[in-house]
């Protein structure tokens, strides 16, 4: 699936310096009286961003692992787009304008970040990888990685390869390495409140880059023996063999 935070491909985006393969790519704007659209770009050590037609190099003081497998994770929460890499650098930010900087907060440096109930969601970190943690409400820069976190361990599967919304009310979490599942987190109402289920056994991604959405907001995505959909309560299978189209 096509999506501009799920690109990868040999980009020539600096004039003066060897193309690298661009493992992240976002569009994404800013709110507000005078709002900002932009696209950010992960490529080799370097990030950039193009407002007006002109790649700029806003790697700043960040420290970005150079590898073609480093795909980038981002969500944006109270106007600032947070980004994750599979390298498990510290997570890292973009407000539109400047350079981009270390998220603050000493949130854990996972692989992928998604935004719900007003806060950001932080998954696969290598010290804990079936914990999920998340920041305070509209704030991804206050985090108690003491408090605030759920525990993954529910299913098949020994670490999260892609997370998805599901409506505003449900994160679903594939899970793979020993079996696959998906997990479902709910809120429960109180304040720190989130329960944590088996969504459904037996069907999982192989990457989170494989993950897009349908009209309606409906979670669709490559898994290892077809293409899946979550429609509501239920997992559609959209065929077999989709890479040839047989059924």
Partial sequence: FDDTDRASGDVAITESSTAKTVVGLKSW???????????IAQ?????????????SDITGALTLTDANTNLMSCAVLNNILCCANRSRNALFKDTGSG????????????RYLISFDRRLWDFGGSANPLLGYFSNRDDPEIWDATN?????????????TGVALLGQDIILVFKGGAG???????????????????????????????????PGGHPIWV???????AL????????????????
């Fill in 180 to 214: 696959e599942s998906i997990l479902a987190i709910e809120r429960t109402g109180t304040a720190l409140g989130y329960q944590v289920y088996v969504f459904a056994e037996g069907i999982g991604c192989p990457s989170h880059q494989t993950i897009s959405y349908l």
């Fill in 223 to 229: 898994g290892f023996d077809d293409v899946y959909a």
């Fill in 148 to 160: 605030q976190f759920v525990n993954l361990d529910k299913g098949s599967g020994v670490e999260v």
């Fill in 43 to 55: 490529a080799g050590t370097k990030l950039y961003r193009d407002s007006s037609g002109t790649w």
């Fill in 99 to 110: 350079n981009g900087a270390v998220l603050a907060g000493s949130p854990i440096a996972g």
């Fill in 29 to 39: 704007q800013t709110q507000g009286a005078s709002p900002t659209e932009s696209f």
């Fill in 232 to 247: 509501g309560t239920r997992i559609e299978s959209m065929g077999k063999h989709p890479k040839t189209g047989k059924p």
